[in-house]
């Protein structure tokens, strides 16, 4: 497992955090540095047909080993890493059989990584883990993917008794700002379907995920002295606190799971004449996703009335669920389940609190279901991933490839 480890340790610390405030793709200079970096080790252990756009979009090809027509399938991962919190040397920390306990992170600034919170940490006693030093995020999200999926084509490679069809592998910029399959060229990539693996923990497989949309709320007030204010002050302030306190409390990321939907606001602020705040709807059932955009266009309507005409709301759709696109070729989860199963992970099944480039690229004519790369507690201080989950993806990655190859 030392070469995968190696691996993702090289892959972590350059930082290609994505910037959602750009307008190029991709957003960051300096996700084009891991992006031909990438591209050389491709090259280097023997991948086929390796291309970079003008985007940074990357692909490979490993060619079939059988004579059989079989259908030509596809793994992908993106290699941004989230705005929400630095990704700037990045200094991982490998945990050793880890036992169980808090695990310190930073003794300097008392950040412990306890399973009296995260309870997850106590089903990998006995495994390596590889966590943040506390001060930035680790970045397996997706460097995991993007490690498992090329220790999987070298490891076929290297094992040519492993029979296979034609594989593609795709990485991707930009995803976490949600446009990492904006520009994807399905064609050229021309596999019949794929895996993203950009899941979480071992054994997680995923065909559903939120319809989802953004929302950014412009108020302008009138700004008046307050001791002449009545009837005249239009405080913007007061007018964004009124509309939020509408959305229904319950509904929010903190208070829901499973496929329950939410609004989430990540950004606000405001002064007397003008104040704006942005949010994000999230929902799996597409009724209930389209009531959601409603609600806010009714209290802006509702709010205007009240207060003169002071609300710009706009809403732009993201992605929508998957499900729709995978469940009439649904023996392309029942392949990844099968492999999960034949490699002794068992699958979990569930829909996803979120959304992958899968999600995008199901709607673009490529069914994407997406598989486990094992971390946890994505795009912050306490993120962590299990070798041991790792090393069962890229098994589960050969194992597909197996079968397809096997099945007629």
């Known amino acids: 497992m030392q070469h995968l480890i190696d691996r993702f340790l090289k892959y972590v610390k350059i930082d290609t955090q ?51 027509d079989v259908p030509v399938i596809g793994f992908i991962s993106h290699f941004d890493t989230s705005p929400d919190f630095t990704g700037t040397d990045v200094n991982p920390q490998i945990i050793e059989n880890y036992d169980g306990q808090d695990i310190v992170l930073n003794t300097l600034d008392n950040i412990v990584l306890s399973p009296d919170y995260f309870e997850d940490l106590l089903q990998y006693r006995g495994q390596t883990l590889i966590t943040t030093d506390g001060t930035t995020l680790l970045g397996a999200d997706d460097k995991a993917g993007i490690t498992e999926i090329v220790t999987a084509m070298e490891y076929l490679i290297d094992h040519p008794e492993i029979k296979h069809g034609k594989i593609r592998i795709g990485f991707t910029p930009d995803e976490e700002i949600g446009r990492g399959a904006h520009l994807f060229d399905v064609d050229k990539f021309g596999a019949e379907w794929a895996y993203t693996l950009d899941g979480s923990q071992i054994g997680e497989l995923e065909y559903e995920n939120f319809n989802a949309a953004s929302a950014k709320v412009i108020i302008t007030g009138k700004g008046v002295h307050p001791g002449y204010a009545k009837n005249r002050m239009v405080n913007a302030i007061s007018i964004a606190t009124e509309f939020l306190e509408i959305l229904p409390p319950e509904e929010t990321p903190q208070r829901t799971e499973g496929r329950e939907g939410f609004f989430h606001v990540h950004h606000l602020k405001g002064e007397i004449e003008h104040a704006e705040f942005e949010l994000i709807v999230r929902d799996h059932d597409a009724a209930l996703f389209e009531k959601r955009k409603q609600l806010l266009y009714d209290i802006a ?33 029942d392949i990844a389940k099968e492999a999960m199963e034949r490699v002794g992970v068992t699958p979990i099944i569930k829909p996803i609190r979120g959304g992958t480039d899968g999600s995008q690229l199901s709607y673009m004519g490529l069914p994407c279901p997406n598989i486990f790369a094992g971390g946890h507690n994505f795009h912050g201080k306490y993120e962590y991933v299990p070798v041991e989950s790792m090393q069962k993806a890229v098994e589960v990655i050969v194992k597909i490839c197996e079968i397809v190859a096997t099945r007629r």
């Open 18 to 68: 994505s910037d959602p405030n750009s307008r190029t793709t991709p957003s960051t200079e300096k996700q084009w540095l891991f992006a031909e970096e990438l591209v050389e080790e491709l090259q280097e252990i023997g991948l086929e047909e390796v291309t970079i756009d003008d985007n940074a979009y990357i692909m490979a090809t490993l060619p079939s080993n059988i004579s059989a």
């Open 301 to 333: 309507a509702r709010l205007n009335r009240d207060h003169g005409d002071c609300i710009a709301l706009e809403i732009k759709d993201q992605y929508f669920n998957m499900r729709q696109k995978v469940e009439p070729v649904m023996h392309i989860v």
